[in-house]
């Protein structure tokens, strides 16, 4: 059963940093992901890292504050925020694509990030 757990999240102040991770379990998994989604908005792209590690891509809205890494020997990804701002307060998601695959097909279930004033 392919299953993916996220945790990490929190209540943080504007200027704080906060870890999140994701554990993934049940398949082998290539590119993963982070997506968000607040309140009354479409879901977003976060960032994405390969599954060697050597690439990763990120939203200009993150780019500079926040970095996304792996560790394949604990089917773990996780996203090092800094610098948080209240608009970077969403649902936080976790997603994994095949190995070799083009879309996010595995999803978790996501983790509340909220950032105050």
Do not use: H
């Amino acid at each position: 059963q392919v299953k993916l757990v996220e945790s990490g999240g929190g209540l943080v102040q504007t200027g704080d940093s906060l870890s999140l991770s994701c554990t993934a379990s049940g398949r082998t998994f290539g590119t993963m992901g982070w997506f968000r989604q607040a309140p009354g908005m479409e879901r977003e792209f976060v960032a994405s890292i390969s599954r060697s590690g050597g690439t990763t891509g990120y939203a200009d809205s993150v780019k500079g504050r926040f970095t996304i890494s792996r560790d394949n020997a604990k089917n773990t990804v996780y996203l090092q925020m800094t610098s948080l701002k209240p608009e970077d307060t969403a649902v936080y998601y976790c997603a994994a694509k095949l190995v070799g695959g083009v879309i996010y097909r595995d999803w978790g279930q996501g983790t509340q990030v909220t950032v105050s004033s």
